[in-house]
Every structure is written in C-alpha cells, then in structure tokens.
C-alpha cells in the first residue's frame, strides 16, 4: 500500500512538471507561418511590428503589419539607419547591392542632377548603409573608395568631400575613385576659364584630386590649378627670395 501511495505521488510530480514546461512553451515568443508570410508572436500571441528579430546567426526584420520583409530596403528610425533583407528575408551585410531606381532620385555629380536607372548600396558589416553621415568623405572598400550621398546612394563623377576635396568617381556604374593621371572632361563648375574638351588631372592613391599645388610626379614637376587642372605654361616656382620660370609643356 505504501509502495503504491509513492508511485502515485510520483506521478503526480511528472504530469505537474509537464503541464508546466507546456505553458513556458505556449507562453513563449516564436515564428509562425501564415501562408508564404512569416509572422513574429510575442507572449501574448501578438504580431511583434516593425522590429529586428534573430534567428540562428541571421536578423529578420517585421515591417509594420508584422510581416517578415524580404527583397527590399529597410529603414529603421530607430537608429537611423539603412539595411536590406534579401529573398529569404536575411539582413546582408559586407555586401554591394543594386536597386532600380524606381522612385527617380536624383544622384549625379557635383552641381549636376542625374537620375541613374539602377542605385548602388553597400552595406557594412552590421548591415548598414554607408552614408555620408556628418561628414561627407570617401570609403574604402576592398582596395577602392567611393562616396555616398545621405541616402547611403553610390555617387559618381565629379564630387567634393566635406573638407572641399576633390574627387572624380566615375560613371554611374562604377563610383570608385580615379587615381593616378586622368584626361577627363573637366566638369560644368570648372568654367572660370576657357579649358579644353579634355584636361589631365593627377589623383592621388584613395583618389584626392593635386589642387593649386606643384609636384614631382615620375621624375618631373607639374603644377595643378583651382580646378586641379595640369597648367601646360610657363609657370612661377620657388620662394620670393629666388623664383625661377618653367615651362610645363606637354
């Protein structure tokens, strides 16, 4: 009789200890499918909305009907910022991305408006969107700098950091900066004086354009305007106390 009163109490204890793992799991948060949308439930069995949620070692975010986002642009005021979920709904980090321009921004060179068919996005490694931020500057990316708008857009041709350095970055499928000697079309702000179709410029190695400065560059010197502009005329080098005349000719 004793015996039998011990195997009762005992299982009594599991069936407890069972109901009770079963309502910590039911009062649990989860992922649920809802036809070929995932949702996010809270304790209450709610939608969570409009927030980041992990699963493994990948983010997800719940846009503001609960639904998990997928293949799109993501922006979160919270922190203010920019990132991008691809097809399956995974937040891409340290990765490029390309986005038709559906919406017509405006993205083009210094002074100018462009409105490119396809935007350029690159996303770092905590998933945001590189932007110009406080400080508009170059960044490097596997060995090449770009520049971004506020947007976290690619930009392109003829650019000025913050500081008012000068840049040339390409077309508008490249964005990277140019270094080294470059014969380019100088831009439609460079128009204080009659310049060519074509004009050299020297960049340097993150693409920071020589400006109202002379160098020795392989073995000779240049001298490079306002507009960085390679002068090709006799131009004044030296201190006050000893100037000598020499002709940049190409």
């Not at 998933?127 to 110009?132: L, R, V």
Request: hydrophobic content about 30%; proline content about 1%.
């Amino acid at each position: 009789m004793r015996k039998q009163t011990k195997l009762v109490a005992v299982l009594s204890a599991a069936a407890l200890l069972a109901i009770g793992a079963s309502m910590t799991s039911f009062a649990a948060t989860k992922w649920v499918q809802e036809g070929e949308d995932w949702v996010y439930l809270d304790r209450d069995g709610e939608r969570e909305c409009n927030v980041w949620r992990r699963s493994g070692d990948n983010y997800y975010y719940l846009n503001e009907d609960g639904i998990m986002a997928r293949d799109t642009l993501v922006k979160d005021d919270t922190v203010g910022a920019t990132y991008y979920v691809d097809e399956n709904g995974v937040r891409v980090t340290n990765a490029w991305k390309e986005i038709p321009n559906d919406e017509g921004a405006q993205v083009g060179s210094e002074n100018t408006e462009d409105t490119p068919e396809v935007l350029y996005y690159y996303f770092g490694s905590a998933g945001k969107a590189y932007t110009a931020g406080n400080e508009k500057k170059v960044r490097e990316i596997n060995g090449k700098y770009y520049m971004f708008n506020e947007e976290g857009q690619m930009l392109s041709g003829w650019q000025r950091s913050t500081k008012g350095d000068l840049y040339y970055l390409g077309n508008e499928r490249e964005g990277w900066a140019y270094t080294g000697w470059q014969k380019l079309e100088p831009n439609d702000y460079m128009q204080e004086e009659d310049y060519d179709e074509l004009e050299w410029f020297h960049f340097g190695s993150t693409g920071k354009a020589k400006i109202d400065t002379s160098s020795y560059i392989d073995g000779r010197y240049y001298h490079f305007n306002g507009d960085g502009i390679m002068d090709d005329d006799w131009y004044n080098f030296g201190a006050a106390s000893s100037l000598s005349l020499k002709c940049l000719c190409v």
